[in-house]
Nanobody
């Protein structure tokens, strides 16, 4: 079955950087677009970044443009999110998500996600 396992979350100071990874298995990773989403306490799940199956098309939510960079390695079935210049509002549980179709900014367009990895930005 589909498995998505995120890692790399940590506590960092504002302005710091983190690199999140997602190991995918149970499906043909190179056939599917993927995304990262996040959920802060008391808030709904928020789509953050999208990458198409071949890695040639990238889309970001406005609040992370220029700071976050999504990438993938289809040979290693791995999805990555490089996060720079982190802000307190970036604190959330981050999820790796498998795209099933539909609007890429809608969390309803994804049919699987991992257990999440916690990112805390605090001084």
């Amino acid at each position: 079955q589909v498995q998505l396992v995120e890692s790399g979350g940590d506590r960092v100071q504002p302005g710091g950087s983190l690199r999140l990874s997602c190991a995918a298995s149970g499906f043909i990773f190179s056939d599917y677009a993927m995304a990262w989403a996040r959920q802060a306490p008391g808030k709904p799940l928020e789509w953050v970044a999208f990458i198409n199956a071949y890695g040639g098309s990238l889309t970001y939510t406005d609040s992370v443009k220029g700071r976050f960079f999504i990438s993938r390695d289809n040979a290693k079935n791995t999805l990555t999110l490089q996060m720079n210049n982190l802000e307190r509002d970036d604190s959330a549980v981050y999820y790796c998500c498998k795209f099933k179709g539909g609007p890429i900014r809608s969390t309803g367009s994804y049919d699987a996600r991992g257990q999440g990895t916690q990112v805390t930005v605090s001084s």
